[in-house]
């Protein structure tokens, strides 16, 4: 369950010691429009966005961070932080037909025009041990939903970096994600990952990975009933 959107807006941010604030707002919008919402559909409002944290490098050996941040839209036309196609798919053609999906195996929980997002991330790193925590609580729901849902996710990942400049690393990685669907479903979805990579220069990384991902609590017949996969991914990854 991938949190990923780009929208319009501003935010005052600010920094002391360590400690750090932001709040902002943007116009909840993927598709940029000055156009007024048709008859019947509803008016995208602002979305606000905010976080607070403490960050700081203890001593030569050791850092740490804990921040929390939140997303909240009260109306919109539709939501893109869990539906949009910023983020991609992390594995390509995966349970689907259909070579144009770019969703599976991400999951929308389907939050389509009511939304509230709150990420807690902890962050431990003991001279080339890095530990990182994800604690997420989502809630929202679709115009014709009577209540408001929730899924909850939580992860936990911990690599070990070495070499010259910490540039190769090794790790694993745990996922949750658990929560109700509008179709009634109480599901749950969990991954692990075990991998390490190799970063040749700072924009570019070669990486390997074993992947095992499961589904559980899904309508028969639907696209994730019963559903599950595992294998070996190699990657070359060039970034700016």
Do not use: C
């Not at 932080?81 to 389907?110: K, M, Q, V, W």
């Not at 989502?138 to 070495?162: C, H, I, M, N, W």
């Not at 589904?215 to 070359?236: C, H, I, P, R, V």
């Amino acid at each position: 369950m991938d949190a990923f959107t780009t929208e319009v807006g501003g935010e005052i941010f600010y920094q002391n010691n360590g400690f750090l604030a932001m709040i902002g707002m943007t116009n909840g919008k993927l598709n940029q429009s000055v156009r007024e919402a048709a008859p019947g559909q509803l008016e995208t409002r602002v979305s606000l966005v905010g976080k607070l944290g403490f960050d700081r490098q203890i001593n030569e050996d050791l850092r740490l961070r804990l921040t929390g941040s939140f997303y909240h839209t009260g109306q919109s036309n539709r939501t893109y932080l869990y539906a949009g196609d910023r983020a991609g798919s992390r594995y390509y053609n995966i349970l689907t037909n259909n070579p144009s999906e770019f969703r599976t195996p991400r999951f929308d929980p389907g939050f389509g025009n009511k939304l509230t997002a709150i990420m807690i991330n902890p962050f431990i790193k003991y001279q080339g041990l890095e530990f990182f925590g994800v604690l997420e609580f989502a809630s929202g729901k679709s115009q014709a939903e009577p209540d408001t849902r929730s899924f909850t996710q939580v992860g936990a990942e911990l690599l070990y970096r070495f070499g010259r400049d910490e540039n190769i690393y090794f790790g694993g990685r745990y996922n949750l994600v658990t929560g109700d669907t509008a179709a009634g479903e109480s599901v749950d979805i969990d991954r692990i990952n075990i991998g390490g990579g190799w970063f040749l220069t700072n924009n570019v990384l070669a990486k390997v990975e074993y992947v095992t991902q499961s589904y559980s609590g899904f309508n028969q017949g639907t696209l994730f009933d019963g559903a599950k996969f595992s294998g070996l991914m190699l990657e070359a990854v060039i970034s700016f």
